[in-house]
C-alpha cells in the first residue's frame, strides 16, 4: 500500500519562501517519479511539478518555473517542493503524487495518478 503524507505547510507573506514535504512508504520509492500538483479553492487541481527517480530530470508548470524547485531525497524516502518568492496565486491545497507506471514527464498531462497525498495548506498573504 503506498502512502504519502505531506507537511510544511502554512501562512506566509508574498515574496516569503516556503519548503513543503512529502514521505512516501510502501513502495519502491528510489523507482518512482514523483510529483507535485495543487487545488485552490473553486479551481481544479493543477500540475505543479515533477521530478524523475534519481532526480537528474525535473520539469514545472510555466507559473512556477525559476521561483519553485523540486528535489528527493531516496535514502529518506522524501520528496519536497522549495518555494521562493511567493506569490499570493500560489496559495492552494499543495499534494504529492506518484504513479508506478509513469515517467516524470508524463505527470503533467496524465488524466489520473494512482497514488496521493492528503494535501497541505499554503496560503500567501499579500
Known amino acids: 500500500q503506498v502512502q504519502l503524507g505531506e507537511s510544511g505547510g502554512g501562512l506566509v507573506q508574498a515574496g516569503d519562501s516556503l519548503r513543503v514535504s512529502c514521505a512516501c512508504s510502501?513502495?519502491?520509492?528510489?523507482?518512482?517519479?514523483m510529483g507535485w500538483f495543487r487545488q485552490a479553492p473553486g479551481k481544479e487541481r493543477e500540475f505543479v511539478a515533477a521530478?524523475?527517480?534519481?532526480?537528474?530530470?525535473?520539469y514545472y508548470a510555466d507559473s512556477v518555473k525559476g521561483r519553485f524547485t523540486i528535489s528527493r531525497d531516496n535514502a529518506k524516502n522524501m520528496v519536497y517542493l522549495q518555494m521562493d518568492s511567493l506569490k499570493p496565486e500560489d496559495t492552494a491545497v499543495y499534494y504529492c503524487?506518484?504513479?508506478?507506471?509513469?515517467?516524470?514527464?508524463?505527470?503533467?498531462?496524465?488524466?489520473?495518478?494512482?497514488?496521493w497525498g492528503q494535501g497541505t495548506q499554503v496560503t500567501v498573504s499579500s
Open positions: 521530478i524523475n527517480w534519481n532526480g537528474s530530470r525535473t
Open positions: 510502501g513502495h519502491t520509492f528510489s523507482n518512482s517519479a
Open positions: 503524487a506518484t504513479d508506478l507506471h509513469l515517467q516524470a514527464y508524463d505527470f503533467a498531462s496524465a488524466p489520473r495518478l494512482d497514488y
